[in-house]
Nanobody, 125 residues
Framework: QEQLVESGGGLVQPGGSLRLSCAAS????????IGWFRQAPGKEREGVSC????????SYADSVKGRFTISRDNAKNTVYLEMKALKPEDTAVYYC??????????????????WGQGTQVTVSS
């Protein structure tokens, strides 16, 4: 059974850092596009970052460029999201998802097939 499990969320002060993990079972992460998304209360789910299957080209939302880094460990079948210089507006539930129809990161949020349960990130003093 295909499954994604996120971990690593928590409460952090502004300017702090967190690393989120997304561990997959039942399928191989580097065969597909893997995205990180977030959803704040009262807002729509938005894309944060994506890593392409295979060669691992990455992309980021403008709001997180230079602060967040997505990476993949094929041996552990895990994708990470390193978050630095966190801001209160980064507060949200963060989800990882897999688009098993393609390698690249062109899919919209509705086209991602497998989703994790989400992990809460709260940035507050």
């Amino acid at each position: 059974q295909e499954q994604l499990v996120e971990s690593g969320g928590g409460l952090v002060q502004p300017g702090g850092s967190l690393r989120l993990s997304c561990a997959a079972s039942g399928f191989t992460l580097d065969h597909y596009a893997i995205g990180w998304f977030r959803q704040a209360p009262g807002k729509e789910r938005e894309g944060v970052s994506c890593i392409r299957g295979g060669i691992g080209r990455t992309s980021y939302a403008d709001s997180v460029k230079g602060r967040f880094t997505i990476s993949r460990d094929n041996a552990k079948n895990t994708v990470y999201l390193e978050m630095k210089a966190l801001k209160p507006e980064d507060t949200a539930v963060y989800y990882c998802a897999a688009d098993v129809r393609r390698l690249d990161c062109r899919g919209s949020v509705d086209e991602y097939d497998y989703w994790g349960q989400g992990t809460q990130v709260t940035v507050s003093s």
